[in-house]
């Protein structure tokens, strides 16, 4: 098993600090708020302050902290697991530091903690993004899906990966 960090980029890093401030700094007003206004409106901003600490926890728990790879899987490490993606059939490695570009086609977080979700990125099409710093994207394309990663050492990365791909 091999394991890289995940680097955040300053983009990363501002917006989680910009997500940080609002997320929690609404949700400080309306619980705070809700202590001196009537009993129907208290409870709504109560429950929406909650449901903002509960949304910041959500997002800061599926942050990537690092990657490993084992034959055939690309382990994503979280603050409190790791998820698991198949790269059964592995036909490509490379560094493409270009990969993160802007794109209108996808949906999921853009920076809050990580870049996660999806995008469709040419000339690879649909890919699974599970980043942190678009400088070191590293695209693997194996046989049922394509991946953007972001390891700390990128080369050493697509050769640990190319060769985890190579038969025996």
Request: proline share 7%; net charge positive.
């Amino acid at each position: 098993m091999s394991e890289f960090g995940a680097p955040l980029s300053v983009h990363v890093k501002a917006t989680s600090a910009l997500g940080t401030f609002v997320l929690l700094g609404e949700a400080a007003l309306m619980l705070t708020v809700s202590r001196w206004t009537p009993w129907p409106v208290s409870a709504v901003l109560f429950a929406v302050g909650v449901s903002l600490v509960v949304l910041f926890a959500a997002i800061a728990l599926v942050a990537i902290r690092g990657y490993a790879l084992e034959p055939g899987v690309l382990r994503v490490t979280r603050p409190l697991w790791s998820t698991s993606h198949s790269l059964a059939g592995l036909h490509a490695a490379a560094l493409d530091p270009s990969a993160l570009r802007f794109t209108f086609l996808g949906f999921g977080n853009n920076g809050f903690f990580a870049v996660n979700g999806w995008r469709k990125v040419e000339p690879y099409g649909w890919c699974r993004v599970l980043a942190t710093d678009p400088a070191n994207a590293v695209v693997l394309r194996a046989a049922g899906a394509t991946y953007i990663v972001t390891p700390d050492r990128p080369d050493e990365f697509v050769q640990r990966a190319l060769a985890l791909a190579r038969p025996a």
